[in-house]
T-cell receptor, first 109, second 112 residues
Framework: RKEVEQDPGPFNVPEGATVAFNCTYS??????FFWYRQDCRKEPKLLMS???SGNEDGRFTAQLNRASQYISLLIRDSKLSDSATYLC??????????FGTGTKLQVIP | DTAVSQTPKYLVTQMGNDKSIKCEQN?????MYWYKQDSKKFLKIMFS???????INETVPNRFSPKSPDKAHLNLHINSLELGDSAVYFC???????????FGDGTRLSIL
């Protein structure tokens, strides 16, 4: 099993739709969780940290399920500018930092 | 002001050469990283330094040698470049190992 797994997509959704991505991790000792977005030929940028109780930032909601070892990202009211690759990151546990392979989102007009 | 800056942005060189990539951060962070993103877009950590000390050293050929002269700098030297080294190399920094990272805009290395 890969340390961090994501569905590569692409997810093609119309503007205004709600879309959700999951990311599973294998190391139960992991401590910190993040979502990053990466635009084509650009560097990854932090979208949001993921907290145990779940957290929201505008149209974005992140959840952590430690029992099932996955994190999720929900995007409401998708905008064209949300088109990007979304990377989940899991760190802690044996001093490891692991990026998922990313999920590609394409928002269609 | 650029938070994490790496130079050069593009590097085109021949197989067998030795090259260096420099990274500097002005965020006051104590942890810095090097990542390699290959043609399949998989971002893999190579090294991490905390307060100039190596704390993560993934399975990377020993042709790659990081050097951290101080907390704000983490350079990457690559000896005897090979075709498979072609990739985008990202530097990043964070305020501790398990904290959000800020990335430089990458160095695109192409081996001829």
């Amino acid at each position: 099993r890969k340390e961090v797994e994501q569905d590569p997509g692409p997810f093609n959704v119309p503007e205004g739709a709600t879309v959700a991505f999951n990311c599973t991790y294998s190391n139960s000792a992991s401590q910190s969780f993040f979502w990053y977005r990466q635009d084509c030929r650009k560097e990854p940028k932090l979208l949001m940290s993921v907290y145990s109780s779940g957290n929201e930032d505008g149209r974005f909601t992140a959840q952590l399920n430690r029992a099932s070892q996955y994190i999720s990202l929900l995007i409401r009211d998708s905008k064209l500018s949300d088109s990007a690759t979304y990377l989940c990151v899991v760190s802690g546990g044996y001093q490891k930092v692991t990026f998922g392979t990313g999920t590609k989102l394409q928002v269609i007009p | 002001d650029t938070a994490v800056s790496q130079t050069p942005k593009y590097l085109v060189t021949q197989m067998g050469n030795d090259k260096s990539i420099k990274c500097e951060q002005n965020l006051g962070h104590d942890t810095m990283y090097w990542y390699k993103q290959d043609s399949k877009k998989f971002l893999k950590i190579m090294f991490s330094y905390n307060n100039k000390e190596l704390i993560i050293n993934e399975t990377v050929p020993n042709r790659f040698s990081p050097k951290s002269p101080d907390k704000a700098h983490l350079n990457l030297h690559i000896n005897s470049l090979e075709l498979g080294d072609s990739a985008v190399y990202f530097c990043a920094s964070s305020d501790g190992l398990n904290q959000p990272q800020h990335f430089g805009d990458g160095t695109r290395l192409s081996i001829l």
